[in-house]
């Protein structure tokens, strides 16, 4: 008896009319002199294939698949219906020079499947991820706290195999532009590896997932920072970008080989969180009334002074927007330029010759009037810039020192005369950031015992009097709710001091005194310490006791 298989009928008809459709296809495109591909033979090109929106692409019955600078190879299935010549004519318009090429619908639907596998962004250049898909501006726009991109991002991680590593990567950087994060923490344990966020300056888990899909998402972090994917056991430092909304994010890689596998640590600098007025930074009234006169004199360094992270950066640009003027050149020499200015000259270093020192000489061989210098490293370009405040210029700069006394003992460890020293810098400041109290969910509190004891004892040495609020025992604490990620805070404000280089303080300096003696000698000065500028805030409801100790000790001094 003889069986008839109707699903192996089906699948033999469905390939004849298959070959009958690329051998009609191939006909064609002989008849108007066109070349003939097959989509299921060839490799679409995703940079390409996003060039003609998807829907545009169904519609028109064609598929961008390969391209080459301006060069565009495009298959249609009939390259001289309306609509198809509508879009080559559209892409022609944007530079493009289409080589249109004839496919069958079976070899469209190749190229129309890949939309499904294109990541939310596409690199449009070495180190530049472009974020253009609507549901990543979503998340950025939408989201409004943690628990949000916790929800996001486990989803995405349970359907891992359906989502792409590049989309990972995305989501987690939009999660963390939609926090504000500072950083993002990709951190290896034995068993599973974690994410955290830096939120206004104190990590926060975010979620944890497995090792198997890290080592894919390393690999993308790796290649997309322009870094070696065989070096394992040996830190490295990357770069990329982020385009979004008109504005480049640059992410800073840090890769670090730990005891489980390597660690991840993302810096973002958003120019957003950056453009802060001066006058919004938390710099007390008197210093800012000091500082406002001292950036107005022709010369004179300006030293701006803490640990990384402590907002010296942001600082310096709010100083620069501040004497930005037609008439006056400025020149940066910067690592990395976290903050377009326009009007200004703004210069990178980078690892290839071009350091600080080397950006600094350039600089002064361009009749500059005020000059910026990122960090002061070592004793070269500490010279160079101290000898730039003595001849004209009027330089700002930052060092990593503990407080703003603390400026002039490191300078002469760099070698720089102390003489000189006292000549060429004005003023030194020294700041922190701490947490704002989320205003909504604040509680108020009393201080007590030790702890009041503690606070009196900074405020008394407060010379200005009038300074002190008569009500120093109410104070407020964090609580925690939905608009501050139950943190009890958003946000964050400088703690700064500084100390303006007269007659005592030079005194001291030339001498090679201390920075104790020279914080006492400023202290007639009636400048407000870090401390006791921190306390006035607490006391006013701005941050917590608890915060500003997290940062300071106050009573240090």
């Known amino acids: 008896m003889v069986q008839f298989d109707e699903d192996k009928q089906k699948h033999k008809l469905a390939e004849l009319l298959k070959k009958e459709e690329e051998d009609l296809v191939q006909l064609l495109g002989a008849k108007y002199s066109l070349d003939y591909v097959d989509l299921s033979t060839?490799?679409?090109?995703?940079?390409?294939?996003?060039?003609?929106?998807?829907k545009d692409s169904r519609e028109a019955r064609i598929v961008a698949y390969a391209i080459f600078d301006k060069k565009l190879k495009v298959a249609a299935r009939q390259p001289g219906d309306e609509k198809t010549v509508a879009v080559i004519k559209s892409l022609e318009e944007k530079g493009f020079e289409v080589n249109v090429n004839v496919a069958s619908?079976?070899?469209?639907?190749?190229?129309?499947?890949?939309?499904?596998d294109?990541?939310?962004?596409?690199?449009?250049?070495?180190?530049?991820?472009?974020?253009?898909?609507?549901?990543?501006?979503?998340?950025?726009?939408?989201?409004?706290?943690?628990?949000?991109?916790?929800?996001?991002?486990?989803?995405?991680f349970t359907q891992k195999k359906s989502y792409r590593i590049s989309r990972i990567l995305e989501t987690i950087l939009a999660g963390a532009l939609a926090t504000g994060a500072s950083d993002?923490?990709?951190?290896?344990?034995?068993?599973?590896?974690?994410?955290?966020?830096?939120?206004?300056?104190?990590?926060?888990?975010?979620?944890?997932?497995?090792?198997?899909?890290?080592?894919?998402?390393?690999?993308?972090?790796?290649?997309?920072?322009?870094?070696?994917?065989?070096?394992?056991?040996?830190?490295?430092?990357?770069?990329?970008?982020?385009?979004?909304?008109?504005?480049?994010?640059?992410?800073?890689?840090?890769i670090l080989p730990g005891a489980y596998n390597e660690s991840v640590v993302l810096r973002?600098?958003?120019?957003?969180?950056?453009?802060?007025?001066?006058?919004?930074?938390?710099?007390?009234d008197k210093l800012l009334a000091t500082i406002l006169r001292q950036i107005d004199k022709p010369n004179g360094m300006l030293l701006t002074t803490g640990p990384t992270g402590s907002g010296k950066t942001t600082t310096l640009y709010a100083l620069l927007k501040k004497v930005h003027a037609p008439a006056i050149k400025i020149i940066t020499i910067e690592d990395p330029i976290e903050y377009h200015l326009p009007g200004i000259v703004q210069t990178q270093v980078n690892d290839q010759g071009y350091t600080f020192l080397e950006g600094l000489r350039s600089a002064l061989r361009q009749d500059p009037d005020i000059i910026m210098v990122g960090e002061i490293r070592d004793s070269e370009t500490a010279a160079i810039a101290i000898n730039s405040a003595l001849t004209?210029?009027?330089?700002?700069?930052?060092?990593?020192?503990?407080?703003?006394?603390?400026?002039?003992?490191?300078?002469?460890?760099?070698?720089?005369?102390?003489?000189?020293?006292?000549?060429?810098?004005?003023?030194?400041?020294?700041?922190?950031?701490?947490?704002?109290?989320?205003?909504?969910?604040?509680?108020?509190?009393t201080l007590t015992g030790p702890v009041l004891e503690k606070v009196e004892k900074v405020l008394n040495a407060i010379t200005d009097k009038n300074e002190i609020p008569t009500e120093h025992t109410k104070v407020?604490?964090?609580?925690?709710?939905?608009?501050?990620?139950?943190?009890?805070y958003k946000g964050r404000v400088g703690v700064y001091e500084g100390i303006l280089i007269d007659e005592a303080v030079n005194n001291l300096?030339?001498?090679?005194?201390?920075?104790?003696?020279?914080?006492?000698?400023?202290?007639?000065?009636?400048?407000?310490?870090?401390?006791?500028?921190?306390?006035?805030?607490?006391?006013?409801?701005?941050t917590t006791l608890d915060e500003l100790e997290r940062v300071i000790d106050i009573t240090e001094y």
């Not at 990541?119 to 990543?136: H, V």
């Not at 958003?270 to 802060?276: G, L, T, Y």
Request: aromatic letters at 4%; a neutral charge.
């Open 42 to 54: 060839v490799a679409v090109n995703t940079d390409a294939l996003r060039l003609i929106d998807e």
């Open 105 to 116: 619908t079976a070899s469209l639907e190749k190229g129309w499947n890949a939309y499904k």
């Open 118 to 156: 294109l990541s939310f962004a596409y690199e449009t250049k070495a180190g530049s991820l472009e974020i253009s898909n609507d549901e990543i501006a979503k998340i950025v726009d939408q989201v409004t706290g943690l628990p949000q991109v916790q929800e996001i991002l486990t989803d995405i």
């Open 184 to 254: 993002v923490h990709i951190e290896p344990e034995e068993e599973y590896i974690r994410i955290r966020y830096r939120l206004d300056g104190v990590l926060q888990d975010v979620l944890r997932f497995d090792t198997s899909t890290y080592t894919l998402l390393l690999s993308r972090i790796k290649l997309l920072s322009g870094l070696k994917l065989n070096i394992k056991k040996d830190s490295q430092d990357g770069r990329f970008s982020v385009h979004l909304k008109d504005t480049d994010i640059e992410i800073r890689t840090s």
């Open 268 to 284: 973002i600098l958003n120019p957003k969180s950056i453009s802060v007025p001066l006058e919004e930074l938390g710099i007390h």
């Open 392 to 445: 004209g210029h009027l330089v700002f700069s930052t060092l990593h020192t503990n407080n703003a006394a603390g400026s002039f003992p490191r300078l002469l460890d760099l070698g720089i005369n102390s003489r000189v020293i006292s000549s060429a810098i004005t003023i030194a400041l020294a700041q922190r950031l701490v947490r704002k109290l989320c205003p909504v969910c604040r509680k108020e509190s």
């Open 476 to 488: 407020w604490e964090a609580v925690g709710c939905d608009k501050c990620n139950k943190t009890g």
């Open 509 to 542: 300096i030339e001498t090679g005194s201390s920075e104790k003696l020279i914080r006492d000698a400023a202290r007639p000065q009636g400048l407000l310490t870090m401390p006791q500028d921190g306390v006035l805030k607490v006391l006013k409801g701005i």
